[in-house]
């Protein structure tokens, strides 16, 4: 026989209360922010991974997304349309083709991510030294926590 769970303390549900409703706000604020660049959440996504891994096979795009092949193709396929992605054949072994962030792709990803990092750095600023070492402290403690969660 199980016993049930405590109850959460005080503090774990206010935290929780809090993190939710700040994490609901930045969606909002994402959301209209994807709408001003013209690019659909998915187009924004793959964006983003293009600007964090560079240079990629459609195949790993399609695993990353956790899609089929021919859709990440027919995705890329209409971003380089466009000149959000660039796609490139390998000059070592020609039957591999990589994908790649263009310059339409990056303006289109800070418009979509709204200034993002002068926001940050703007709230960030406002604090002090101590207070930015304790925000690294629980960032990286709230990461391995939930790495450890997984």
Do not use: F, Y
Not at 55 to 82: E, W
Not at 118 to 124: D, K
Not at 127 to 139: G, I, P, Q, S
């Amino acid at each position: 026989m199980t016993t049930p769970a405590a109850p959460p303390r005080a503090s774990v549900v206010a935290a929780v209360d809090a993190v939710q409703a700040w994490v609901e706000r930045r969606k909002r604020a994402v959301a209209r922010d994807m709408h001003e660049c013209g690019q659909s959440p998915a187009q924004v996504h793959l964006l983003g991974l293009l600007n964090e891994l560079g240079p990629t096979t459609v195949s790993h795009v399609a695993a990353l997304l956790g899609t089929t092949p021919p859709s990440a193709s027919a995705m890329v396929d209409r971003m380089v349309d466009t000149g959000l992605v660039v796609r490139e054949r390998n000059e070592d072994d020609r039957r591999v083709v990589t994908v790649s962030i263009g310059p339409g792709g990056k303006e289109a990803l800070q418009v979509a991510l709204g200034g993002r990092r002068e926001m940050l750095e703007r709230v960030l600023s406002q604090l002090d030294d101590e207070e930015l070492r304790a925000t690294l402290r629980v960032m990286a403690r709230l990461e391995e926590a939930i790495t450890n969660a997984s």
